[in-house]
């Protein structure tokens, strides 16, 4: 398949990637109660791949999946809300350690909505975040603890993560100028 | 903006229903949190008028709004100006001062809603318009059937008792048959309105016909209120001839659903071993209305999707 714009992480690249995060989660915090928590869309097959990874290495955790649609931020009156997909915890929230996945770490928004949308569910012990790609602009003061690439782009430019359970393929181009 | 209003189920097209089973599914969660309540109607009014007596669809429509952070302001028949006479359209627009985004209405006239969604510039959601529609019950009945049997079409339902004064049958029915199940509306003559069949059905007044075989009896409420109508002799013979007791539901299939849209009349249209029997889901429409209605407010609150 033929993609527009320039690759950043081509599927071998991405795996590699990936192993790197399964390893920097497995050497941060104390693993005891650790659990993967998916940002919708995009989060949720690469958390269950980070699991998958750990899997490897003799660690087994569970997987959530967190939709934010109902905490975002730009649904004022007035225009139009999101589609809204089913969150699903499959442990209890409460004194869990907990990595949030995302795709790409950007503006901090979604990452804000995903935090208020986890203390919803109850009071983890810690909660850290790993994203694939961290692109800067951030307009919220978070960072992520475990980044598998970071890259300059300019605001009007487009980060598209591809994951072959969403969109047939893997890779990551960086699209527009 | 266009307003997106739920006025019936009657005109919507499967995958619209399908969208809204789907949506209320997604709203299921929240009501299982540490925190029963999520900020997606912050800042937005809902309105609830309800110009005739409920308290079920009331309360679950206000918990709804509520879980949803949206303010609430709630006016009932008998402490509002309707008593001294001003006519709906006049309270529905002094209301409209207020800028509700939503307008949920239950209201003893059919046509009710759809004549506030002409005149009031808020989204209108139909609780009950008379004997026409209760657009939200019929969608509980569906997500009930579709969790418990994972589609709809296909399935036999048998739907039993007054259709002609049930705005819950005809929700229901409509919604049923556009999503391909094959239902048997069911009761006396003198309940089973002319020209049902339009909504997608057939009839019969044979309870054991409509009876066998069935995935699913949704049984109606004997509205009692209407008893001076004497459109049947008496309770016992009403529950001879059309109730749900054990030996009649054998005829279904051993793991048919049995529904009831609430409150029971026990001993009449249900013998109190079936409403409490393990086919009974009448609990399970309770906590999924409260679903649904979230569901209804959130796509109504929200106007036409502009992406």
């Not at chain 1, 959530?64 to 007035?78: F, K, P, Q, V």
């Not at chain 2, 006025?7 to 599914?25: C, R, V, Y």
């Not at chain 2, 059919?110 to 019950?137: C, F, K, M, W, Y």
Request: with cysteine.
């Amino acid at each position: 398949m033929k993609h527009a714009g320039r690759l950043l992480l081509d599927a071998r690249a991405l795996d590699r990637t990936l192993r790197r995060l399964a390893l920097q989660i497995l050497e941060g915090d104390p693993l005891a109660d650790l659990a993967l928590v998916g940002v919708r869309t995009r989060g949720v097959p690469l958390a269950h791949r980070l699991a998958a990874l750990l899997a490897q290495e003799g660690l087994t955790v569970p997987v959530g999946e967190l939709d934010i649609a109902l905490y975002r931020d730009d649904t004022r009156s007035g225009r139009a809300l999101p589609e809204v997909r089913p969150t699903r915890l499959p442990f209890s929230v409460d004194g869990q350690a907990i990595v949030l996945v995302d795709d790409v770490l950007f503006t901090g928004r979604t990452t804000r909505a995903a935090l208020d949308a986890l203390m919803a569910w109850g009071r983890p012990r810690v909660v850290r975040l790993a994203v694939l790609v961290d692109r800067g602009h951030r307009e919220l003061p978070l960072h992520a603890d475990h980044v598998g690439l970071a890259v300059e782009t300019t605001r009007a430019q487009t980060v598209a993560v591809r994951l072959a359970e969403a969109d047939g393929i893997d890779g990551v181009w960086l699209e527009g100028a | 903006m266009a307003r997106r209003h739920l006025l019936g189920l009657q005109g919507l097209s499967a995958a619209e229903l399908e969208h809204l089973l789907d949506l209320a599914e997604s709203f299921e969660d929240i009501s299982l949190r540490a925190v029963k309540k999520v900020p997606a109607l912050v800042g937005r009014t809902v309105c609830l008028l309800f110009l005739e007596a409920s308290t079920r669809t009331r309360i679950s429509f206000e918990l709804a709004a509520k879980r949803l952070s949206a303010d609430t302001l709630s006016i009932s028949g008998s402490a509002s100006s309707v008593e001294k006479g001003e006519t709906l359209l006049d309270t529905a627009r002094t209301l409209a001062a207020y800028r509700p985004d939503v307008i949920v209405l239950r209201h003893k006239s059919s046509g009710a809603a759809h004549l506030l969604a002409r005149h009031v510039d808020a989204a209108i959601v139909n609780a009950g318009d008379g004997a026409h529609e209760h657009p939200t019950q019929g969608l509980l009945d569906l997500l009930t059937i579709r969790r418990h049997r994972r589609r709809i079409a296909g399935l036999k339902v048998a739907v039993i008792g007054d259709i002609a004064h049930s705005r819950v049958a005809r929700s229901s029915i409509a919604g049923l048959a556009r999503l391909g199940a094959d239902v048997v509306v069911c009761g006396p003559p003198t309940m089973l309105p002319v020209g049902i069949e339009a909504l997608g059905c057939r009839t019969t007044t044979r309870r054991e016909a409509a009876v066998e075989g069935a995935d699913v009896v949704m049984m109606l409420r004997i509205q009692k209120e209407r008893a001076g109508e004497e459109l049947f002799p008496s309770d016992r013979e009403y529950a001879a001839i059309y109730g749900l007791d054990p030996a009649v539901l054998k005829r279904a299939k051993a793991d048919c659903l049995v529904m009831h849209p609430g409150p029971v009349n026990r001993g009449v249209e249900l013998h109190p071993d079936v409403a409490d029997g393990p086919r009974s889901v009448i609990l399970d429409q309770v906590s999924t209305g409260l679903a649904v209605r979230m569901a209804a407010l959130y796509h109504c609150a929200g106007g036409e999707h502009g992406q």
